[in-house]
């Protein structure tokens, strides 16, 4: 498995596990998908094995914002190219290869990028609908060296989320 930039040409195969894991009427469209990747390429990564398209996460820059619901979110308003913080919006990996270390690989690699651009830090918001084998998502990042900041109640309608902080001066 390798970790590289997405390319449009991937877009039809990321929407395809948009899909798998959203559902068709939530996931986000071919369309919104290239906006974003053309917003802020460098945080826009693939996970890949071979010329499949395995898993993917989805990033952008600021100076931070404080925000408690999902709709408050604006990339194309918010993204700043010199922003001094990571906010990691979305990451993905296909089902069929859960627990693989996609996810872990694709987070690790945006560490490195906060940690190579001198980047304070990165945020990002684990939903409570993702658990697994009982686990909380936030536990997932937490393994990853991320901290809790403070619990979003009014995350998205009927869902909380926990925003969790990688402090890259540590
Ligand atoms: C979160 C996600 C990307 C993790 O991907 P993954 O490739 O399966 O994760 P890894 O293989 O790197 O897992 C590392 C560890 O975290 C655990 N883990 C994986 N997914 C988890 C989840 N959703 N919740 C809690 N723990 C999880 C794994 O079991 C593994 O534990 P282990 O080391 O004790 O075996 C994946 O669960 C996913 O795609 N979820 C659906 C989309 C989503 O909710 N994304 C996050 C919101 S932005």
């Known amino acids: 498995m390798i970790i590289r ?11 395809e596990i948009e899909v ?8 986000a ?3 919104t998908l290239i906006a974003r990747l053309r917003l802020f390429p460098y945080g826009f990564n693939v ?3 071979g010329d499949r398209v395995v898993g993917y996460l989805e990033s952008l820059r600021w100076d931070g914002f404080n925000f408690a619901q999902y709709g408050e979110l604006d990339f194309q308003k918010q993204h700043n190219p010199d922003g001094i913080e990571l906010y990691i919006h979305y990451l993905a990996r296909t089902r069929r290869m859960q627990s693989s270390g996609i996810g872990s690989s694709l ?7 906060a940690q190579q651009e001198n980047l ?9 609908w993702d658990a697994h084998a009982g686990i909380p998502l936030s536990t997932f990042y937490e393994h990853l060296g991320f ?16 925003l969790m902080r990688f402090d ?3």
């Not at 930039?5 to 929407?15: G, S, Y």
């Not at 987070?107 to 990028?113: A, L, P, T």
């Not at 304070?120 to 409570?128: H, P, R, S």
């Open 5 to 15: 930039p997405a390319t449009v040409d991937d877009i039809a195969a990321i929407h």
């Open 20 to 27: 798998e894991i959203e559902g068709q009427s939530d996931a």
């Open 29 to 31: 469209s071919q369309e």
């Open 47 to 49: 996970a890949s094995e």
């Open 107 to 113: 987070v690790r690699n945006s560490i490195g990028y």
């Open 120 to 128: 304070v830090g990165i945020t990002l918001v684990a939903g409570d």
């Open 147 to 162: 901290s809790v900041v403070k619990e979003l109640p009014e995350w998205l309608p009927g869902h909380t989320g926990t």
């Open 168 to 170: 890259t001066s540590k």
